[in-house]
């Protein structure tokens, strides 16, 4: 399975703080993206890193990539209590000429305010 | 316009209703994605559609009946579901000529089956 795995499983902050979200997965990427989720709503693209670059930011978001460890990192810094949603990264193949995204397991984060 | 409608928004059937979901968009994306979302889960790609032709189906049991009407529309025909089906179905759609594709997703459809 190519699925991504996210760790940790629930991360709780204040607001303010930075908060650090993983993402490892299993075989070779073309790129990399990160979603985020409201409870029970559609998932808001944040961010794509191709398989070719290191480091990506958006905003307060800052994502890594190292395909050697086959890994990747979002950092939220100076986090707001609109944070507050799932996290989800995604690896993609293309089958029959269409995108498959896999999706980790998720992050949830909690931003107190 | 960038944004992807479903509807219903909810839907409780009962294990002999037949019911359809819906998804539409207007921003010429050719691929459109049915995933189905367990609670605490992330979501799971059911079916994909690519230039109105369908082009992936996970292995969905046929209880679950895609449809594109056209490009810009999405049905997901559901019959004689089973309570584990409850689930959010997620639909999204993307450009679909690209290597590396953004998707945007619709708000979901909270199905619950009695």
């Known amino acids: 399975s190519q699925q991504g795995e996210e760790d940790p499983q629930a991360l709780s902050i204040q607001e303010g703080e930075n908060a650090t979200m993983n993402c490892s997965y299993k075989?070779?990427?073309?790129?990399l993206q990160w979603y985020r989720q409201n409870s029970g709503r559609g998932l808001v693209h944040l961010i794509l890193?191709?398989?070719?670059?290191r480091e990506k930011h958006s905003g307060r978001l800052r994502v890594t990539l190292d395909t050697s460890k086959k890994s990747s990192s979002l950092l939220i810094t100076a986090s707001r209590a609109a944070d507050t949603a799932s996290y989800f990264c995604?690896?993609?193949?293309?089958?029959?000429?269409?995108?498959?995204?896999?999706f980790g397991q998720g992050t949830r984060l909690t931003i107190n305010p | 316009d960038t944004e992807v409608t479903q509807t219903p928004k909810h839907l409780v059937m009962g294990m002999t209703n037949k019911k359809s979901l819906k998804c539409e968009q207007h921003?010429?994306?050719?691929?459109m994605y049915w995933y189905k979302q367990k609670a605490k889960k992330p979501p799971e790609l059911m079916f994909v559609?690519?230039?109105?032709?369908?082009?992936i189906n996970e292995s969905v049991p046929s209880r679950f009946s895609p449809e594109c009407p056209n490009s810009s529309l999405l049905n997901l025909h559901l019959h004689a579901l089973q309570p584990e089906d409850s689930a959010l179905y997620l639909c999204?759609?993307?450009?679909?000529?690209?290597?590396?594709?953004?998707?945007?997703f619709g708000p979901g459809t909270r199905l619950l089956v009695l």
């Open positions: 999204a759609s993307s450009q679909g000529d690209l290597l590396i594709e953004t998707q945007y």
């Open positions: 075989t070779s990427i073309n790129n």
């Open positions: 890193i191709r398989s070719n670059e």
């Open positions: 995604a690896t993609d193949m293309r089958i029959q000429g269409a995108q498959k995204l896999v």
């Open positions: 921003m010429g994306h050719r691929a």
């Open positions: 559609y690519s230039y109105e032709k369908l082009s």
